[in-house]
């Protein structure tokens, strides 16, 4: 968003024609505004995009007439993890570096006497000043600078927490690699040990947390969450006078409605022996968050579920659990991998599309797809990985909702 387009946006008759069209499609709507000499089209289609991905992101704050930036908007923590990291962390003072739409410090603001935003985009900043007057919040100071120069400046230790979601972004590209992101982590921790005893580190979902346990050795707890079965995010918990310490995984599983659906926890690293099987009547794909954290081998032996191989976190059981965390499914049958003998399967039930998965196979899900001539979708999950014995298989399953 440019400057004078907030500027206009903040015009309660340029607002009006927003709210009276945010409903609508926002490519429609700039067609039809694109006349009107007087009206910001461009900026308020962005807006009307903006709230209808704020519908499903932020379900509590979207009728609190706040604006959004359309690229801020995608990095910012969703409502319900911003929520869950106001169960991890509280205090007296809390600074965060990378401010952005500042979604995070609105929920910050109800456990610590006071939050610093720090965002060095003018625009962005302005946008987190007029969302805090609609919000009537008051604890929150704005610094228009940048994070690292005034981290440096501050003279006193005095935060309880810094947090620091490193922008991913490049020219538009995307970089899940810390060193590429800014501000540099790595660099800046000293300073940021200066400063505080605590730090919380967002990273991207594709994050590999076992570079983390490399990288810091402060780390002492990982918190993979998602939401509706979607990995969203990945926090880093470190301090300042551990060293090395045994770092906790937990996997957190929440529902855009920010309720905790379940919390599983274990130590990095520490595993547990893989029970193989054959495939049983059941199937069972952990949540991605499990995944994620390396908690399968954990949870497969609290609910006494069996490994159908050692490279894939699948799980089998010849009882149907009536909970469990991740997606169950109901085995139709099993082929091993010929792709005559698939086709001739297929073309027999009358399959023409399907929803595949893979784990641990040589084809990709498009390549699967363009083999079996199969389209997305129905009520047939294929899944292609391995047996017990290294042996490529396709698993026909329903799912068991």
Same mark, same amino acid.
């Given at each position: 968003?440019?400057?004078?387009?907030?500027?206009?946006?903040?015009?309660?008759?340029?607002?009006?024609?927003?709210?009276?069209?945010?409903?609508?499609?926002?490519?429609?709507?700039?067609?039809?505004?694109?006349?009107?000499?007087?009206?910001?089209?461009?900026?308020?289609?962005?807006?009307?995009?903006?709230?209808?991905?704020?519908?499903?992101?932020?379900?509590?704050?979207?009728?609190?007439?706040?604006?959004?930036?359309?690229?801020?908007?995608?990095? !910012?923590?969703?409502?319900?993890?911003?929520?869950?990291?106001?169960?991890?962390?509280?205090?007296?003072?809390?600074?965060?570096?990378?401010?952005?739409?500042?979604?995070?410090?609105?929920?910050?603001?109800?456990?610590?006497?006071?939050?610093?935003?720090?965002?060095?985009?003018?625009?962005?900043?302005?946008?987190? !000043?007029?969302?805090?007057?609609?919000?009537?919040?008051?604890?929150?100071?704005?610094?228009?600078?940048? @994070?690292?120069?005034?981290?440096?400046?501050?003279?006193?230790?005095?935060?309880?927490?810094?947090?620091?979601?490193?922008?991913?972004?490049?020219?538009?590209?995307?970089?899940?690699?810390?060193?590429?992101?800014?501000?540099?982590?790595?660099?800046?921790?000293?300073?940021?040990?200066?400063?505080?005893?605590? #730090?919380?580190?967002?990273?991207?979902?594709?994050?590999?947390?076992?570079?983390?346990?490399?990288?810091?050795?402060?780390?002492?707890?990982?918190?993979?969450?998602?939401?509706?079965?979607?990995?969203?995010?990945?926090?880093?918990?470190?301090?300042?006078? #551990?060293?090395?310490?045994?770092?906790?995984?937990?996997?957190?599983?929440?529902?855009?409605?920010?309720?905790?659906?379940?919390?599983?926890?274990?130590?990095?690293?520490?595993?547990?022996?893989?029970?193989? @099987?054959?495939?049983? @009547?059941?199937?069972?794909?952990?949540?991605?968050?499990?995944?994620? @954290?390396?908690?399968?081998?954990?949870?497969?032996?609290?609910?006494?579920?069996?490994?159908?191989?050692?490279?894939?976190?699948?799980?089998?059981?010849?009882?149907?659990?009536?909970?469990?965390?991740?997606?169950?499914?109901?085995?139709?049958?099993?082929?091993?991998?010929?792709?005559?003998?698939?086709?001739?399967?297929?073309?027999?039930?009358?399959?023409?599309?399907?929803? #595949?998965?893979?784990?641990?196979?040589?084809?990709?899900?498009?390549?699967?797809?363009?083999?079996?001539?199969?389209?997305?979708?129905?009520?047939?999950?294929?899944?292609?990985?391995?047996?017990?014995?290294?042996?490529?298989?396709?698993?026909?399953?329903?799912?068991?909702?």
């Amino acid at each position: 968003m440019l400057k004078e387009e907030l500027e206009q946006l903040k015009n309660p008759e340029i607002f009006d024609v927003f709210l009276e069209n945010r409903e609508n499609p926002s490519k429609e709507l700039s067609l039809k505004l694109r006349n009107k000499n007087n009206i910001p089209h461009r900026a308020i289609s962005e807006q009307v995009a903006c709230y209808q991905k704020a519908k499903i992101k932020l379900p509590h704050l979207i009728d609190k007439y706040l604006l959004y930036d359309k690229i801020a908007l995608e990095q !910012a923590s969703s409502e319900a993890t911003a929520i869950f990291k106001t169960s991890l962390i509280f205090g007296k003072k809390i600074i965060d570096l990378t401010g952005g739409l500042g979604i995070d410090d609105i929920f910050f603001s109800t456990n610590f006497l006071k939050v610093t935003y720090c965002e060095i985009n003018e625009v962005l900043t302005e946008i987190f !000043a007029h969302n805090l007057k609609q919000l009537q919040i008051k604890n929150i100071e704005i610094v228009n600078f940048d @994070s690292i120069e005034y981290l440096k400046n501050k003279k006193d230790s005095s935060f309880d927490w810094i947090y620091i979601d490193p922008s991913r972004r490049d020219a538009n590209r995307r970089s899940v690699d810390l060193k590429y992101c800014t501000p540099n982590v790595f660099k800046n921790m000293p300073l940021f040990f200066q400063k505080s005893k605590n #730090v919380m580190i967002k990273v991207a979902p594709a994050y590999d947390i076992t570079e983390a346990a490399r990288k810091f050795p402060n780390l002492t707890e990982i918190f993979v969450i998602s939401v509706d079965g979607e990995c969203k995010e990945v926090l880093l918990i470190l301090k300042k006078n #551990v060293f090395n310490a045994k770092i906790k995984s937990f996997a957190i599983l929440l529902n855009s409605k920010s309720e905790h659906k379940q919390i599983i926890s274990h130590v990095l690293f520490e595993k547990e022996v893989n029970i193989l @099987s054959e495939i049983k @009547s059941y199937f069972y794909e952990p949540d991605c968050s499990i995944i994620k @954290s390396d908690l399968v081998h954990f949870l497969a032996k609290d609910l006494n579920l069996s490994f159908i191989n050692n490279n894939s976190p699948f799980l089998t059981n010849s009882k149907l659990l009536s909970s469990f965390p991740g997606r169950r499914f109901k085995i139709i049958t099993l082929l091993i991998y010929n792709e005559k003998e698939i086709k001739k399967y297929l073309k027999t039930n009358g399959i023409l599309k399907a929803n #595949v998965a893979r784990r641990g196979f040589r084809l990709s899900v498009e390549e699967i797809r363009r083999v079996f001539k199969l389209k997305d979708g129905g009520d047939l999950y294929l899944f292609f990985t391995s047996d017990l014995n290294k042996q490529a298989i396709m698993i026909v399953t329903t799912k068991i909702n």
